[in-house]
């Protein structure tokens, strides 16, 4: 998406909409709930948003602007993250540590069904937030200059992206039909990308741009997560956790929801603090909420899910 432009064509196309700058934030935070499912790496996201950070603030008179866009751009990302199954390393750790423990998985489009909607309203939520904190009333007001990028009649190679892209998801949200996985049908979209005539990038500049201690790190943290099982590590972990939150009714089964998902929130968020990594999160708290939800005979694929919303 990057390579071919047609990133930054969805994002002028949506941004060039805007005639005030509040306009702009919250068009902006719109077009990156859908970049969840077509670039699954944040960074990639950030990316892809640059042109209009670098055309509606370009000049020193817009340095407030500046650092509030700035701001607004990875906060967006992140919390819009949990719109796809794909939109992190760590979502694909949790299902496979589900899988591992349960034998059952989230699938692609149930929880595109869960975490969509909830993405959007955090991602306005987030948007309103930092209109209030960073911009006064006049300067959301203000009037931004027209986007002068991802115009013009789409390329052969933006149009081959869109056609994989749309097969790709296809066979994503229909996975239960087929039986193919995900991580299957995403390297066979990227083996077309990289071929010759029909792709539109080489495949070493392909494997330049895969982070490889990532992927190393992620299967040495499912490797972790299921030690923390067998070794009754996360029993012990749970534990801690309970402790630290006072509620040992959780144990059993006798709190309300509420309260069940505020314990989950306040744990998922407060681990933020000693871990920095959303694979490290995932990895050493997954397989104790697994636990956690089945001695308090709660759903685990609920648990799991609202937890990795927090972690996001």
């Not at 500046?66 to 949790?94: C, D, E």
Request: with cysteine; proline share 4%; net charge positive.
């Amino acid at each position: 998406f990057e390579t071919s432009g047609l990133a930054a064509r969805m994002t002028g196309a949506v941004a060039a909409r805007a005639r005030t700058t509040g306009q702009l934030f919250w068009l902006t935070t719109l077009v990156l709930i859908p970049l969840t499912f077509l670039i699954p790496s944040t960074s990639g996201r950030a990316a892809a948003t640059l042109p209009a950070l670098n055309a509606f603030f370009g000049g020193p008179e817009a340095g407030r602007g500046r650092r509030a866009y700035a701001i607004l751009i990875p906060t967006i990302i992140l919390v819009a993250t949990t719109a796809a199954l794909t939109g992190a390393g760590s979502h694909m750790l949790a299902e496979d540590l589900l899988a591992q423990r349960l034998g059952e998985r989230f699938g692609f489009a149930r929880w595109a069904m869960w975490g969509l909607p909830f993405a959007l309203a955090a991602s306005l939520i987030s948007c309103w937030v930092v209109l209030r904190l960073f911009l006064q009333r006049d300067e959301r007001a203000a009037p931004v200059s027209r986007a002068d990028f991802g115009r013009g009649r789409m390329t052969a190679p933006e149009w081959r992206v869109l056609i994989i892209a749309a097969v790709t998801f296809g066979l994503w949200f229909t996975t239960p039909w087929h039986g193919f996985r995900i991580a299957g049908v995403a390297v066979a979209a990227m083996v077309v990308l990289t071929a010759p005539v029909v792709g539109v990038m080489k495949f070493k500049a392909a494997m330049k741009t895969v982070n490889w201690s990532l992927v190393l790190f992620v299967g040495a943290a499912l490797v972790l997560g299921q030690a923390l099982i067998n070794t009754q590590a996360a029993g012990w972990l749970v534990g801690a956790l309970f402790d630290l939150t006072n509620l040992d009714t959780i144990r059993n089964g006798n709190a309300p929801a509420i309260v069940v998902v505020g314990a989950i929130a306040v744990i998922s968020l407060v681990s933020h603090l000693f871990m920095t990594s959303h694979v490290a999160r995932t990895a050493a708290l997954g397989p104790p909420f697994i636990l956690m939800a089945q001695t308090a005979e709660l759903n685990p694929v609920a648990v799991l899910f609202i937890a990795t919303a927090g972690m996001n």
